[in-house]
């Protein structure tokens, strides 16, 4: 019975490479210019075309649970886990540029959140379970990270929230993390010699992260480097013993493009 509980994930896996999204999607942002376009401005194209594609049928999804009546009482969150950039001599979504890890996150649901009300406040993806138990009136865990963010979107609440962000740790022996707090954002790699590496940006005036201030902003720099260094100590006191893949995991990774 669909009136009951349930829960419905759906992994909208088409803006993912390659960019083939079906008719008319493909030629949607492409037009006569085909031919006159470099290879990154036909893939920005297609994946443009992919997006419009999945926001069409995320409205299709939308749509029937309206039909369904259950609009009123169903949370309904859309969200990623990264963009792609096309930009810094760069395609791909494997740095920690903001095209990748600033992300949309949208909050339905009708009985108990505003319509159209927008949070300006950087918020970040480990809030959402915590927001999600707090509208269903359900404690969090103690050791889960995040916060509720229902104050921010029902009483206007002020908050200074650090985003984190990393490639998968020591991936390839080269490490890649960043923290980003008030408008401000530091980029720390260490390549496979070790060399390392800080870049650091203020978002809010430099969107586009062309000029590096982390050799001028000596204590924005200071700041923003110890709180990183402190979530990088506490992060690997905390992480779990990895285990060797089962040949069902495999499989499951290979079908999604994440192994050949």
């Known amino acids: 019975n669909i009136h009951n509980k349930f829960f419905i994930w759906l992994h909208y ?5 390659p960019y ?3 008719e008319p999607y493909s030629s949607m942002f492409v037009g006569n210019s085909k031919k006159s376009l470099t290879d990154t401005e036909y893939a920005m194209n297609q994946y443009d075309g992919e997006i419009r594609f999945v926001d069409e049928y995320i409205g299709v999804l939308l749509k029937k649970i309206e039909e369904l009546n259950l609009d009123k009482n169903t949370i ?3 969200t990623a886990d990264h963009g792609v950039s096309f930009e810094h001599n760069y395609v791909g979504h494997g740095e920690l ?3 990748i890890i ?16 927008k949070v300006s406040q950087q918020v970040r993806s480990i809030d959402i379970a915590p927001t999600i138990l707090a ?13 509720n963010l229902l104050p921010l979107i029902l009483e206007n609440k002020n908050r200074s929230l650090e985003a984190f962000t990393e490639n998968p740790r020591k991936y390839k022996n080269i490490i890649k993390e960043c923290i980003s707090k008030d408008g401000w954002k530091l980029i720390f790699e260490k390549n496979e010699n070790g060399v390392e590496n800080y870049k650091m940006y203020n978002i809010n005036r430099d969107p586009e992260e062309s000029t590096n201030l982390a050799g001028t902003e000596i204590e924005k720099f200071k700041f923003l480097k110890r709180r990183l ?5 506490q992060t690997l006191e905390s992480n779990l013993e990895l285990q ?3 040949e069902e995991n495999k499989a499951v990774f290979k079908s999604l493009g994440y192994l050949q």
């Not at 509208?135 to 916060?147: C, E, W």
């Not at 260094?229 to 100590?233: G, M, S």
């Open 102 to 117: 600033n992300v949309p996150l949208i909050i339905k649901c009708k009985s108990i959140l505003p319509e159209s009300k």
């Open 97 to 99: 540029y903001e095209q």
């Open 229 to 233: 260094t402190i979530w990088h100590k």
């Open 76 to 78: 309904i969150v859309i």
């Open 244 to 246: 060797p893949l089962t």
């Open 13 to 17: 896996f088409d803006t993912h490479p």
């Open 20 to 22: 083939t999204p079906p």
């Open 135 to 147: 509208m269903l009136h359900i404690p969090k865990d103690k050791h889960m990270q995040g916060v």
